[in-house]
């Protein structure tokens, strides 16, 4: 949560910053975000290739629940895909492109600022950022209109961590593995998904 | 755009080599640079006036998509629950 708060809080600190133009550099002409999001990418990989414990622990998974990543996608493209007919400006794409951040907000929106422009990284900001709020305020509803799946589902990418601890105590300890595994998979699609729907027009 | 997830297989092959130690310090790396470029994100969006104009029409559309992205997602994780769970109970009653 704290951690959140700070990430939060520097982008509110540049927005400040571009609305008084305190900065006098212009970013927008410069490829600085685009090195700076290559050098993330390569962190991000050498993180994960670093750590086979993670994917040793995925043994003693229930292995019906091996799906429960792929509803996840599905769902949140369906739900996007419907309700970008609602949304008369925004394509199909960018819609799928925004609900593909799967509550992964920093990834997502650098990923979306970078390709889309900085309007469409906003919209991935704040509603990825809502969708990790919404998870960690309605868990429990969910729970029960649902089932026990509802929260890791409705969490996305944020189950491995910031919304674990709510997951455990609201559909059980008995889902920690699935929702780390659910976390995992779900992060992991991030920037394969994000890059494919912001290729489209 | 596909050159930025090649760039993470890299750092993926290079982590696995050096599996054997404990490169705990990457995660503050990687904090970093997000900090880093969601601090130029804000810059991008505050030097924007179309944006800071637009930005509770923004925030009602990144309200709806998430709405519609959470509704569809636990929809989808209520059928594999009842399909599970639910259905299993009955046939073995």
């Known amino acids: 949560m704290k951690g959140s708060l700070i990430i939060i809080s520097f982008f509110i600190i540049g927005t400040l910053c571009g609305v008084y133009h305190l900065i006098p550099y212009d970013f927008t002409q410069s490829n600085l975000s685009y090195y700076a999001l290559c050098a993330l990418m390569f962190s991000v990989g050498i993180s994960v290739g670093n750590d086979p414990q993670t994917l040793r622990n995925f043994r003693s998974l ?37 609900g593909s951040g799967f509550g992964y907000y920093s990834l997502s929106s650098i990923f979306i600022t970078e390709y889309k422009g900085a309007e469409l990284g906003t919209i991935a900001l704040l509603s990825n950022i809502s969708r990790e709020i919404i998870t960690l305020l309605f868990a429990p509803l969910l729970v029960r209109w649902f089932g026990n799946l509802a929260p890791i589902s409705s969490g996305g990418a944020t189950t491995m961590d910031t919304t674990l601890p709510i997951i455990t105590r609201t559909a059980g300890e008995s889902f920690v593995v699935v929702s780390i595994f659910h976390g995992f998979v779900v992060d992991f699609s991030v920037p394969f998904l994000v890059t494919l729907f912001c290729s489209f027009p | 755009m596909f050159i930025i997830i090649g760039i993470m297989f890299a750092g993926m092959l290079l982590g696995f080599l050096l599996r054997k130690q404990r490169l705990s310090w990457i995660h503050k790396v990687i904090t970093v640079f997000i900090w880093l470029l969601l601090f ?54």
Not at chain 1, 75 to 97: E, K
């Open chain 1, 62 to 98: 229930n292995p019906r629940l091996i799906f429960l990543p792929v509803m996840t996608i599905l769902g949140t493209l369906a739900g996007c895909a419907v309700i970008s007919l609602f949304l008369p400006h925004r394509s199909l794409s960018d819609c799928l492109a925004v």
């Open chain 2, 40 to 93: 130029l994100l804000g810059i991008d969006v505050g030097s924007n006036q179309e944006i800071i104009n637009g930005l509770h029409t923004i925030g009602l559309e990144a309200v709806i998509l998430t709405l519609a992205a959470v509704l569809g997602s636990v929809t989808a994780a209520w059928a594999l629950w009842y399909m599970v769970y639910k259905r299993n109970r009955r046939s073995e009653a």
